[in-house]
């Protein structure tokens, strides 16, 4: 009996489909339609390359020549992939409310509606309908904030670290800023006031000591060449015992009596009393300006619960200085940050539905009892899909607020934990959770694997998401 002498490698070369012919079969055309003829006909080289190379060193043909198929199903995993989107809906179950590296605040639904709305029509950013000539993009944001702080103007920019920048760079370049040293703060990607001050060229004068300062420091301090004194509010960590600081009120005398300027970064800035929900009240900007502050600096995308921003409050005569420098037009904010900050600032008109309307004022607002309830009925429901390799208990835990506020402070909150068993792993777990339709990022903490529910956006959403993953383990 002979034996079928094996294919040369010519011969299993021209066995492959020309990019042509490929090119043109109906379910290609279909994809061709989908994501493009340049994406698949990159994907079919790419294949047809490997190919060669099984060639060369197995002497052997792909599977996939015997089946398009599955050549087909192989380019539908690539262009998925290569066309899927990075900033996907995660769940924030970490403890975590404002996660920095989660987005932060999450924005209201009129806040979604507003930036809908102008990224799909032409919108009126620098027009001024009423007067049928050119405006300014901050004035609706300045009316707002006008009516809710009392500053006579504001200038938004993208960033608190962007505001703080303008600020120097508007008020105070080529000359001298006192801050107390304990008020030279670093925060996240090591900004710190230091640094900043150099970059917006001015000189950094230090006065007082780590943990106190006294008003006699700032007015020995206060030469010819001082601009301005500036005010840090320590948001992301807290002194306690010999401490002394000086208020706002008598700061501002001062700089009136001397004819130079207070102002102050108030980092992640709180329109509203915080005592409410158990936390620590936050200096507010409202307050700071009553005090006699000239510029308040905050965040937007922090305790106000909007996108990212800058928001810079204060004098008219000022806030004139930091709109024409030429620092504004390189930092200012687009139309969807504008429209989405805009819609979060009209919340503030009505504190009556304040707590409902505002995600993260909502997740403040949930009672412990609420918690433990949502707790209870999500431990019923899926405790059978993950026995017998995970028991689901839950424990009182702790919440905090995130991105440098309010450090010392927690809220109460209920925690979904899920502990391995015998035959079930944390880790592995913890992967399954990542890899869900919408991701679930929880800690993990004591050998358990945590769910704080007071991040929680929907039960019935996430029962439905971690009732799949326990029937697929």
């Avoid at 301005?228 to 960590?237: C, L, P």
Wanted: hydrophobic letters at 40%; proline letters at 4%.
């Amino acid at each position: 009996m002979m034996t079928q002498a094996p294919e040369t490698p010519q011969a299993l070369y021209r066995a492959l489909p020309s990019m042509d012919s490929l090119l043109a079969e109906p379910s290609f055309v279909v994809l061709q339609q989908s994501y493009g003829k340049v994406a698949v006909k990159a994907a079919l080289d790419s294949q047809l390359k490997a190919a060669r190379s099984l060639i060369g060193s197995e002497r052997r043909l792909p599977t996939w020549c015997g089946e398009l198929a599955q050549l087909h199903g192989c380019l539908v995993d690539q262009l998925s992939k290569d066309y899927s989107h990075s900033l996907i809906p995660v769940w924030n179950l970490t403890g975590t409310i404002l996660h920095t590296n989660l987005g932060r605040a999450q924005q209201s639904e009129a806040a979604i509606r507003a930036v809908t709305s102008v990224m799909r029509y032409p919108t009126p950013l620098e027009f001024e309908l009423a007067a049928g000539e050119r405006g300014h993009r901050d004035n609706a944001i300045s009316a707002l904030i006008q009516r809710l702080t009392g500053a006579e103007a504001c200038c938004v920019v993208n960033n608190n670290a962007a505001a703080v920048l303008l600020m120097l760079s508007a008020v105070a370049a080529g000359k001298e800023v006192i801050v107390s040293r304990g008020e030279l703060v670093e925060i996240g990607g090591a900004f710190r006031i230091p640094d900043i001050m150099r970059q917006a060229g001015c000189t950094l004068v230090e006065v007082g000591s780590t943990n106190r300062t006294h008003l006699k420091d700032y007015e020995q301090a206060i030469t010819e060449n001082t601009a301005a004194i500036m005010k840090v509010h320590t948001s992301n960590y807290h002194i306690s015992g010999f401490t002394a600081a000086v208020e706002e009120a008598r700061l501002g005398q001062l700089c009136r009596e001397r004819g130079i300027s207070l102002i102050s970064d108030l980092g992640s800035g709180s329109l509203t009393d915080l005592r409410r929900f158990g936390l620590k009240q936050e200096p507010t900007p409202q307050a700071m300006l009553a005090d006699g502050v000239d510029l308040v600096s905050f965040s937007g995308d922090k305790l106000l619960g909007g996108p990212q921003s800058g928001l810079i409050v204060g004098k008219q005569s000022l806030i004139k200085q930091l709109q024409s420098h030429p620092l504004k037009r390189a930092l200012r904010c687009d139309k969807l940050i504008l429209a989405a900050l805009e819609a979060t600032l009209i919340h503030y008109l009505n504190p009556e539905t304040l707590d409902s309307e505002l995600p993260i004022m909502a997740k403040f607002a949930r009672s412990q009892e609420t918690l433990w309830q949502i707790g209870r009925r999500l431990q019923h429901a899926l405790a059978a899909h993950f026995e017998p390799c995970y028991r689901i208990e839950l424990i009182e835990c702790q919440t905090q607020v995130g991105s440098g506020s309010q450090p010392d402070t927690f809220l109460p909150s209920v925690a979904l934990c899920f502990i391995a068993l015998d035959g079930g792993s944390l880790s592995l777990l913890e992967q399954k959770f990542k890899q869900a339709a919408r991701p679930i990022i929880g800690r993990m903490s004591n050998d358990q694997l945590r769910l704080d529910l007071r991040g929680l956006d929907s039960e019935a959403e996430l029962l439905a998401e971690l009732s799949i993953l326990g029937m697929q383990l």
